[in-house]
């Protein structure tokens, strides 16, 4: 397992992505499945740059594990900051026209959309989100 200690902002989500297809390139992943990852690591350590402290600006962890059968990599984001499941959240409409639907959701559906798993809990006083993709 591979750990990622940063400050949540958004200019760190470049670090962040970098730190992660690190350990993608050792795993010789996809270019699609990196795509996809790095589009979640947008979306999910943006959320937390944007909310979890607001309007300071506090830690995240980011760590990177591999499981076998499937391989598959396993991300997990951390955070002290303000309780906060994107699972919860309803899911936008997809059939309405961008102009119809209510802004906010889109990320988070994409996330679910593209990943093998997600999951997320509050766990002494810790936002714990996890994603994993089939390598």
């Not at 830690?59 to 994107?86: C, H, M, Q, W």
């Not at 997809?94 to 959309?113: C, D, F, H, P």
């Amino acid at each position: 397992m591979k750990e990622l200690i940063i400050d949540a902002t958004v200019e760190n989500i470049e670090k962040v992505t970098e730190f992660v297809n690190q350990q993608l390139e050792l795993l010789e992943c996809s270019m699609k499945a990196q795509m996809q990852i790095d589009i979640a690591i947008d979306e999910l350590f943006g959320n937390i740059a944007h909310y979890a402290y607001h309007p300071q600006v506090g830690s995240a962890t980011v760590r990177v594990e591999v499981t076998k059968d499937p391989l598959a990599v396993v991300i997990t984001f951390i955070d002290n900051g303000k309780p906060y499941d994107p699972l919860a959240a309803h899911e936008p409409d997809t059939t309405l026209s961008a102009e119809e639907r209510q802004i906010g959701g889109l990320g988070i559906y994409m996330v679910k959309k593209s990943m093998d798993d997600i999951s997320y809990e509050y766990r002494e006083g810790k936002n714990i989100l996890k994603i994993r993709k089939n390598i």
